[in-house]
């Protein structure tokens, strides 16, 4: 009987305080930061990530001494993104009634039966949500083939939409993505 080879896709927020300059006494996002670090552990050692600038930044802290993968035998792939920054009136974009839509839209996007979805998100209406979705194209390659999802995180703290998920995509690796931001 043939393995099927079997991808593992992540998917992190780029928050800021998730960096260790931001750390203080109290953790305000400890439940995130030990949703990422389940998130790594299960990615592995050879991981490719995917997002921009910051979102690159965040993932590295995350990924701490891990191997960041320049395209290996078999890297698991660590996307950044996340959803709007308007859901509150405390939030960075202040509140935006159409916030919560937009982030259910996403949310049944990521974890729907097809990536396709992810193609139809609103980019202007993201970037006023100042969501980042710059790596979600991306994204929506990988998730080609049949595959598994599990959310291991879903809040908006301080009025900031984050999803820790992880997918297992069986079936040949997918070609790897460009790589967006430095």
Not at 1 to 8: G, Y
């Amino acid at each position: 009987m043939e393995r099927t080879a079997v991808t593992r896709i992540g998917l992190i927020p780029g928050c800021l305080a998730l960096l260790p300059q931001y750390a203080s006494l109290e953790d305000p996002v400890g439940e995130l930061r030990a949703a990422c670090a389940a998130l790594v552990g299960w990615l592995g050692e050879d991981v490719q990530v995917v997002g921009s600038g910051q979102g690159r930044r965040v993932a590295q802290a995350v990924l701490g001494a891990r191997t960041v993968a320049e395209g290996g035998a078999e890297p698991s792939y660590l996307v950044v993104a996340n959803g709007s920054a308007c859901r509150s009136e405390r939030a960075p974009g202040h509140l935006d009634e159409r916030a919560r839509a937009f982030d259910d839209a996403l949310r049944d996007a990521l974890v729907g039966p097809t990536p396709d979805a992810l193609h139809d998100l609103d980019q202007p209406l993201a970037a006023e949500l100042l969501a980042d979705l710059t790596a979600v194209p991306e994204l929506a390659g990988l998730l080609a083939g049949a595959r598994t999802v599990t959310v291991d995180y879903d809040d908006a703290p301080y009025g900031v939409q984050y999803w820790v998920a992880r997918w297992s995509v069986d079936g040949a690796r997918p070609a790897a993505p460009v790589s967006v931001g430095a």
